[in-house]
């Protein structure tokens, strides 16, 4: 078949086990129920610095299944396998070369995620097909106990249908995956809003495949000459994407998303002429804005804050908000692409399918 092993498509109904816990006060037996669940070949919803991740043992080909299963998603988009210790990367990998251990000295626990060859214990199911597989170390403390208890390595891809924006709040996840997961574990709100960084250490220098909080620039500071995946650019979809989050459209809610860019006056004057025609034709609008331009335009608008760094930690639940309310159009401004800009204009570019108008 073409693209490999689909999903299914029919609903999925099984009693989810939900609890919430206090990452200020970990309660060691929520952790070890959920962690035996996994070892069980469960799935697992579970919050991380980054995303909630749907997790399940990265060992088990069944297991990995299920995440396919549960989030509708292509068996040809590899899975993130989560570990809790440096140490656990030796058993998964061919080998650990000098610039990975710089990397993972530098940014491990955080938000890095680093692609190595796999050994045969990691399945096809989940590395969707490929001979390598994409690993990190989360910084939050309930997953890396939660992995720990375990007692396998986690795979876990953020806890969304497939294509839709992540969920970073407790409560983007219980509409759609309440019956579709064997446990959901909630927490506080995720630091970063958007995915890890993957990078490549395969080719002739260091490639970004997916960018994110750790940046370009703080990757260059550590091993020199990094570069970004020149497919990251285009509209043209990857056939076989070498980590997640590298397919043509993905993060999108049911709004119809615009990036708009250009001159900050212009692209304001721009995106209101596109309101008022929008407003005739009777569907409804909204705009994703810097703090400082929030009251600048005539319908509602979703404040990201003041900083990039506010930017993506809030950008995931806007996207989600705008279904919530029933937004049918959605104008985005554009970011500077430097610094964690690079990680919020790749997911923007996603969420509108490259849709950009400019000024």
């Not at 260091?206 to 020149?230: A, F, N």
């Not at 809610?253 to 929008?278: F, H, M, Q, T």
């Not at 964690?340 to 790749?346: D, K, Q, R």
Request: with cysteine; glycine share 8%.
């Amino acid at each position: 078949m073409k693209g490999g092993w689909q999903p299914t498509k029919t609903a999925i109904f099984m009693k989810t086990i939900i609890k919430t816990i206090n990452p200020e006060n970990i309660d060691m037996d929520i952790i070890e129920e959920f962690g035996k669940m996994l070892a069980d070949g469960k799935t697992v919803i579970f919050p991380t610095e980054t995303v909630y991740g749907l997790g399940a043992n990265a060992l088990d080909e069944n297991a990995a299944s299920k995440i396919y299963e549960a989030k509708g998603r292509p068996s040809d988009n590899p899975l993130l396998v989560h570990v809790s210790d440096i140490d656990d990367v030796e058993t998964l990998v061919e080998e650990v070369d000098e610039k990975a251990r710089l990397l993972m000295e530098k940014f491990w626990p955080g938000p890095l995620t680093i692609l190595f060859n796999k050994k045969d214990v990691i399945p096809s199911r989940t590395s969707g097909g490929l001979s390598t597989v994409a690993i990190r170390m989360p910084s939050d403390e309930v997953a890396r106990k939660l992995i720990r208890a375990s007692k396998v390595p986690i795979a876990a891809p953020s806890a969304n249908i497939s294509g839709k924006p992540s969920p970073t709040k407790a409560e983007h996840i219980i509409k759609d995956m309440d019956g579709r997961v064997d446990g959901i574990l909630l927490g506080k709100d995720c630091d970063f809003g958007v995915e890890s960084t993957i990078i490549d250490l395969s080719g002739e220098y260091p490639m970004v495949l997916r960018p994110g909080c750790i940046t370009l620039e703080m990757l260059r500071e550590v091993l020199g000459k990094v570069e970004i995946d020149p497919s990251l650019s285009s509209m043209a979809d990857n056939i076989k994407a070498k980590a997640p989050g590298m397919k043509y459209k993905h993060y999108s809610p049911n709004a119809e998303v615009y990036i708009v860019s250009g001159e900050n006056d212009k692209r304001i004057k721009k995106i209101n002429e596109l309101i008022k025609v929008n407003s005739e034709k009777g569907l409804k609008t909204a705009v994703l804005c810097m703090k400082m331009n929030s009251s600048k335009y005539n319908c509602m608008t979703f404040d990201l804050g003041n900083s990039y760094e506010e930017v993506a930690h809030n950008l995931f639940g806007a996207l989600i908000k705008l279904d919530e309310l029933g937004i049918d159009i959605a104008y985005a401004e554009s970011f500077e692409e430097k610094g964690v800009g690079v990680a919020i204009m790749n997911r923007l570019k996603k969420s509108a399918a490259y849709r950009i108008i400019e000024t």
